[in-house]
């Protein structure tokens, strides 16, 4: 069939392109196919032990058999009609396999400020509970810890927990747990995302990890995570600062309606304010800016 255009015309026009599309690629690679957690629980370092999942697991258990010991009262509390029967059972076993799919060992809100010896000595402690876990397979499938944000007052605080958990951890159990990683809370500039991914690359080599083996996710839970100065979107700065260790973005639906001076009685995932934020954990393999 004639053509009018030769191989030599369609090299010159879609030469512009190769760039640009090789970074749209990069930049929007697709779901990787791995799994995803469907929930994260948070909970205080202070409070963690090697089994907190499991314990977590007995108290649903206990509480369902209370409150909607049959499959007919559990259904007909959230309306389930036909399906009652195969989701009650479904949601047996599943409390009794894994009852938590993520957990988040948390150093910041649920953890609050305390003086610096006894954080150092919490850090040490959930570190030696996860390399217990580890070893005797209590773990959740997720796990992970929260710092404190990178402000003026709490960055020095909060690299010294992290520094001292991964240390502690490497010391005791030699690796990682599978699909760790690190919360970073009250992103307001993204020059914070940066220092975390800094504190990774000298981290890395001096724990015996190969290059980009920490990973970490965002939590959005501040206005100026949303909107910048300049009155455009800074997710997508986040995401270049993290130099591809991002894994996940948390949406904190609380602090971020606080932030909107709204009142508790109206913090809720369905409020305007929240718009398009209400999906509670996203993959940093999608765009972070359409689904935050």
């Given amino acids: 069939m004639r053509v009018s255009l030769s191989e030599a015309d369609f090299a010159r026009a879609s030469a512009p392109l190769g760039d640009p599309l090789a970074l749209l690629a990069a930049r929007y690679p697709g779901d990787s196919g791995a799994r995803q957690p469907v929930h994260t629980v948070y909970g205080g370092a202070q409070l963690f032990k090697s089994d907190t999942p499991a314990r977590l697991g007995v108290l649903a258990l206990r509480t369902l058999e209370e409150f909607a010991p049959h499959a007919a009262t559990f259904g007909q509390a959230i309306d389930l009609g036909s399906r009652a029967e195969t989701v009650y059972a479904r949601v047996v076993e599943k409390l009794k396999r894994e009852p938590v799919e993520d957990f988040r060992i948390d150093f910041e809100d649920g953890y609050g400020n305390r003086p610096d010896d006894e954080e150092d000595g919490h850090a040490a402690a959930a570190a030696i509970e996860v390399a217990k876990g580890m070893r005797e397979g ?15 007052e709490l960055m020095r605080r909060s690299t010294r927990t992290l520094d001292i958990f991964l240390t502690t951890l490497l010391d005791a159990a030699g690796r990682l747990p599978l699909w760790f990683v690190v919360t970073l809370p009250k992103i307001q500039v993204p020059e914070q995302v940066t220092m975390l991914a800094d504190l ?3 981290l890395e080599p001096r724990l015996g990890l190969a290059a980009g083996t920490l990973k970490l996710e ?7 995570s949303i909107l910048s100065p300049d009155g455009g979107s800074p997710l997508p700065l986040f995401l270049d600062r993290a130099r591809g260790r991002c894994v996940a973005a948390h949406f904190g639906t609380y602090d971020y309606t606080a932030s909107c001076n709204i009142t508790a009685a109206h913090q809720r995932m369905d409020h305007p304010a929240s718009g398009s934020q209400t999906a509670q954990r996203t993959s940093c393999q999608s ?3 359409a689904a935050s």
Avoid: V
Wanted: glycine share 4%; charged share 15%.
């Fill in 138 to 152: 209590t773990l959740p499938p997720f796990i992970g810890i929260r710092i404190k944000p990178f402000t003026q």
């Fill in 287 to 289: 765009p972070l800016t």
């Fill in 218 to 224: 965002f939590m959005i839970e501040t206005t100026q």
């Fill in 200 to 202: 990774y690359d000298a």
